[in-house]
């Protein structure tokens, strides 16, 4: 019998991609239209529990992709997980949430784990411990899929292409912190086809957090593949952070992205075993094929040799 997946934020980064990789393993894909939207094959509200509890009848699989501004998180992250939470208890579905490395705070070790403790001190990162903490609460089956920034295959307003290969024309790329720190980086396809498997898999406990490696790279590293894709040696232009700090004095969403500085200065990489240990036979994507894709997109080019 086909299975069903709601979508929420389908339109969106993780939410596409999700999207995606649940029809290529044959289930059927409904998505959520918001009131005054147009795409979507059923109707809610995701900051109201009785609109989203309808929508949601008769699904196996909630996926909450929804993604509020930076500066809106306070306001719209706890309606949506009431909302998400009353939907899923209401249908028996489990929910599939894209998590980030927020929660580990400014302290963060350089291997992150299942273990480690969410001790968040930013804002964000309390808002995320929260959220997720509401649905281990709830009892609601919930896989959290934790990993770095993302690598998309077009541009969808991430830090890689939004804002570190905007100046790839001029043959550079902006880096926002030291060469020598590892980050972590993770193929949204990857993640949307591996948290698909997580499912399939059948094992998962109610509440699973599943770190995601992706790709482990320093400033150094990133450039260096960068210039192998782009097929031409690039330069590195340095994040203007004292700008961003000047602007953040009357820009609530430069004050958010100023926040979150540390994860470019702190050393971090997450842990490959419990996913390997679940999926062992899942590989990503080379970098170089993901960082191609994204690269060969309109806007991206490199020179008018390599983009005609």
């Not at 705070?105 to 968040?120: E, K, S």
């Amino acid at each position: 019998m086909t299975k069903t997946v709601l979508i929420l934020g389908a339109t969106g980064r993780f939410g596409k991609h999700s999207a995606d990789a649940f029809r290529t393993a044959g289930w059927r894909v409904e998505t959520l239209r918001r009131p005054g939207g147009t795409s979507g094959t059923r109707a809610g509200d995701p900051m109201a529990p009785d609109g989203l509890i309808a929508a949601a009848q008769g699904v196996d699989v909630i996926v909450n992709a929804l993604n509020p501004a930076y500066p809106d998180w306070s306001r719209d992250l706890p309606r949506i997980t009431r909302s998400v939470i009353a939907a899923a208890q209401s249908c028996g579905a489990r929910v599939i949430i894209p998590g980030n490395i927020y929660p580990y705070g400014t302290r963060m070790p350089r291997l992150l784990q299942t273990t480690t403790p969410h001790v968040a001190q930013t804002k964000k990162g309390r808002l995320r411990i929260e959220m997720e903490n509401a649905y281990r609460r709830a009892h609601v089956p919930t896989l959290i899929l934790r990993a770095g920034d993302f690598i998309d295959t077009e541009a969808s307003g991430n830090w890689l292409e939004s804002h570190m290969l905007k100046p790839l024309g001029k043959g550079a790329i902006m880096y926002p912190g030291p060469l020598d720190r590892p980050h972590a980086w993770a193929y949204l396809p990857d993640v949307a086809r591996a948290a698909v498997a997580l499912i399939e898999q059948g094992s998962l406990p109610d509440f699973a957090d599943i770190p995601f490696q992706g790709y482990t790279l320093t400033g150094q590293d990133l450039l260096a593949a960068i210039s192998e894709s782009a097929g031409q040696s690039l330069r590195v232009t340095p994040m203007r952070w004292g700008a961003v700090k000047l602007v953040s004095l009357f820009s609530p969403l430069m004050r958010e992205v100023l926040e979150m500085r540390y994860l470019w200065e702190v050393p971090h990489g997450l842990d490959p075993a419990p996913l390997t240990a679940l999926l062992p036979d899942f590989e990503c994507t080379p970098l170089q094929v993901a960082l191609r894709s994204l690269i060969a997109q309109p806007g991206q080019s490199i020179s008018t040799q390599t983009s005609r």
